[in-house]
Nanobody, 120 residues
Framework: QVQLVESGGGLVQPGGSLRLSCAAS????????MGWYRQAPGKQRELVAQ???????NYADSVRGRFTISRDNAKNTVYLQMNSLKPEDTAIYYC??????????????WGQGTQVTVSS
């Protein structure tokens, strides 16, 4: 079993900042890419940022320069620092991990989601 637990969402004013965290736990052998997706009401889930193991991160055009993704491999944790938040960043943010379990099964796993609301 694998679990991804997110934290750090909330309500923030436009221009403000939030930091999301996502910790993976369970029978994990190795994690390849970790990333953040978001889904706003009435819209499809979209990639926000992704960071491969030992590689360079990539960002959606809409957040590049404002958001920073990082990971702590020793803690199986990925972070998303969100600065200069805009109302259009309002969404449920989901953590994703592409990993191999100790029984050699590989798959993508999702967290339960954390709400981010940007409003004055």
């Amino acid at each position: 079993q694998v679990q991804l637990v997110e934290s750090g969402g909330g309500l923030v004013q436009p221009g403000g900042s939030l930091r999301l965290s996502c910790a993976a736990s369970g029978s994990i052998f190795n994690i390849y890419a970790m990333g953040w997706y978001r889904q706003a009401p009435g819209k499809q889930r979209e990639l926000v940022a992704q960071i491969p193991s030992g590689g360079s991160p990539n960002y959606a055009d809409s957040v590049r320069g404002r958001f920073t993704i990082s990971r702590d491999n020793a803690k199986n944790t990925v972070y998303l620092q969100m600065n200069s938040l805009k109302p259009e960043d309002t969404a449920i943010y989901y953590c994703n991990a592409d990993l191999i379990m100790t029984d050699w099964r590989r798959g993508g796993y999702w967290g339960q989601g954390t709400q981010v609301t940007v409003s004055s």
